[in-house]
Structures are given as C-alpha cells and as structure tokens.
C-alpha cells in the first residue's frame, strides 16, 4: 500500500505570493495533520483535520488555511509568503484522530522563499 | 503550556555500543502518549517506539527501549548494539490529545 503522499517535494517561491501543497493520505485513514519543520527545529503542528472538519489548530497566523476534501486529501495554503515561511511541511495521517491512532508521515514539501 | 525538551542537540556512538537519548515533557494533562521519532536525511519521519502514560511497563521494540519516569516527566531512548541505519535525528514527541508537541532533536551519528 502507499504511503502518506505530499506534492510537490519542492517549490520556490518569492516574498508575497501563494502557496498550495497537496496530501494524500493512506488509503483507509481518515485523518490528516499538518506540520512546519523550520530547519534544526522540531516540526510545529499547524492543521487537523478528520472528516473534513478542522478538529485542531496551532498557533499559525489566519494567512495558513487548510481544507480536506470527501476523498481524505488535502491541501495547506499559504498566502502573502515571508521569509520565515521557508520550512519543510510535513502531513502525517492515521485512522481517527485519537491519540492512540498512530500518525504516518509524507516526505515533506520543501518551500523556500525567496 | 506543553513543552518538550531535548538537551542533547548533538551524540555519537560507535557502531555495536549503546547509546541514551534524553527528553523531558512538562504537561498538566495525566493522559497522554509518548513517541520517538526518525529523521534520516531522506526527511521521511519514522516511528521508532510509543508508549502510553498509563503504562507502567517500559515499551520495548528490538534494540530500541524507553525508560520513562512519569512523575520525573522523562522519556529516554536507549539504542542498543547501534548500526550505521541508526544515523539520524531522532525527535522526542508528545500527544496529549490530537496535536503533537516535538522537540528540537538529537543528531545521532554512529561512528563505524
């Protein structure tokens, strides 16, 4: 079976635009959970979501958005892009969101912004 | 607040040695779970080993065991008989309900 699948694994973007990334969750898990990874640091919840409804936010300013779409996907977006938004995003899944749902990560998608 | 706390930014060991990462939590919340986390440079995080706060016994998986002291609110890792795969980092992590709290990692490298 495949794993948790993130798109792009890369972008570069410029200071003001607008980026969406995309997750894929493991066939079967309803769940999905979005992360920041700032490098040399620990990644730093931002979105949960099960069943389409957001069951959890981090402490993310209103320019980071997320929805999950029927099929269980999907997609963080990120708008009027900082610097510091540059970071690895990571979307993890499991079944449920309960804590003893164990949560599977993608590979990440890498933004730096220019 | 929920914190996670990893003093040891960086460790080696030499291949075939034990090795013991630390991690430090501070919660009020009495049901929780714990994980430890692997980062290889292929960035894909794995989990390594869970353990759930109710549980008094160590959670064991292979070479890789926990001690964890709740009332210390500590939660190690030890490596044992460490392999080259072994290198990474290695993230401490904390689920009191649905959102994980990480800590800043533990580079390990294991030195051949």
């Known amino acids: 079976d495949a794993g948790v699948t993130q798109s792009p694994t890369h972008l570069i973007k410029t200071r003001g635009q607008q980026v969406t990334l995309r997750c894929s969750p493991i066939s079967g898990h309803k769940s999905v959970s979005w992360y920041q990874q700032v490098l040399g640091q620990g990644p730093q919840f931002i979105f949960q979501y099960y069943e389409k409804e957001e069951r959890g936010r981090g402490n993310f300013p209103d320019r980071f958005s997320a929805r999950q779409f029927p099929n269980y996907s999907s997609e963080l977006n990120v708008n009027a892009l900082l610097l510091g938004d540059s970071a690895l995003y990571l979307c993890?899944?499991?079944?449920?969101?309960?804590?003893?749902?164990?949560?599977?990560f993608g590979d990440g998608t890498r933004l730096s912004i220019l | 607040a929920q914190t996670v706390t990893q003093s040891q930014p960086e460790m080696s060991v030499q291949e075939a040695e034990t090795v013991t990462l630390s991690c430090t939590y501070d919660?009020?919340?009495?049901?929780?779970?714990l994980f430890w986390y692997k980062q290889p440079p292929s960035r894909q995080m794995i989990l390594v080993i869970r353990q759930e706060a109710y549980k008094q016994q160590n959670a064991t998986e292979n070479r890789f065991s926990v001690n964890f002291q709740k009332a210390a609110k500590s939660f190690s890792l030890k490596i044992s008989d460490s392999q080259l795969g072994d290198t990474a980092m290695y993230f401490c992590a904390f689920l009191p309900r649905n959102q994980f709290y990480f800590g800043t990692g533990t580079s390990l490298t294991v030195i051949p």
């Open positions: 919660t009020s919340e009495n049901n929780y779970y």
């Open positions: 993890a899944s499991s079944r449920a969101p309960d804590s003893n749902q164990p949560q599977h």
